[in-house]
């Protein structure tokens, strides 16, 4: 089978990419931005009819910089609702089946029981406010689809929090993180192989899934966690996130729950300290 990736040079397609090996029946073709803007739809009409037979379209193309979009919503929407909505468009055409990341951001945070699929979405941002628009364009025009919300990621490939606080460490003897803002972190190598173990089953069971590590901390936890992972001497303070202003609002509470994507696949999940031990390790 093909499997296109789009925004081919970030975290997540790097760790696809880190275990393609494992999958020898897949052939993958790798894009960026530059080689497959997934806003301009004449570019992907064009790119598609010139591409050949393609199976799987994995979207990892996203506008991320959530602060920045309360400013740059225009650009925000261009990637994150424009982009699914064409690619939809296309994989409709092409009878190829889409697998489009989203984020725990579209929820409004007001919940202390972990996020399931049939939750409503309330977005705070407009980040998460994109990202959700982004869904609806794929589900009004697609039926062949896979949305994958996820939370926190990081990894060993581009920027992300892990990497910020071991930079961070460097600099600073003391670090301050909020403690009220309750999520999970995800590794994005394993949210890859969670993609690729869908690809490989080959099923056609269709919708949104929740996919995160096993486990609810804060940011305070993470850094913590990080810091003792690494064996690293810096203090971390916790502080509310009334201390920490940021351009844009971030849900308080943004844990989801997995057991549709567990059923469906029937895999266990890792729990997030063993990734994050993992990732350290490589890294």
Known sequence: ??????????QLASCIKDIQHNYPALNFI????????????????????????????????????????????????????????????ICAKNNIVLIHISTDF??????????????????????????????????????KYFIIRTSWLYSEHGYNFMKTMLRLAKERDEISVVYD?????????????IILEIIAFDKDNYGIYHYSNEGIVSWFDFAKAIFEESKLSTKVWPIKTESYP????RPKYSALDKTKIKDFLKKDIVFWRDSLNKVLTKI
Do not use: W
């Open 1 to 10: 089978m093909n499997v296109l990736v789009t925004g081919g040079n970030g």
């Open 181 to 193: 803002q309750i999520g999970t972190p995800t590794y994005a190598g394993d949210l890859a192989g």
């Open 246 to 249: 940021t351009p844009a609002k």
């Open 30 to 89: 790798y894009t960026d931005y530059k080689e497959l803007d997934v806003s301009n739809l004449n570019q992907m009409q064009s790119f598609f009819s010139n591409l050949g037979e393609i199976d799987y379209c994995i979207n990892c193309a996203a506008y991320t910089a959530v602060d920045k979009a309360e400013n740059e919503v225009e650009m925000a929407y261009k990637v994150n609702v424009e982009g699914p909505r064409n690619l939809a468009t």
């Open 106 to 143: 579209v929820f409004d945070g007001q919940k202390a029981t972990p996020y399931t699929e049939t939750d409503h979405p309330n977005p705070i941002s407009v980040y998460g406010d994109t990202k959700l628009k982004g869904e609806i364009e794929i589900q009004k025009t697609l039926k």
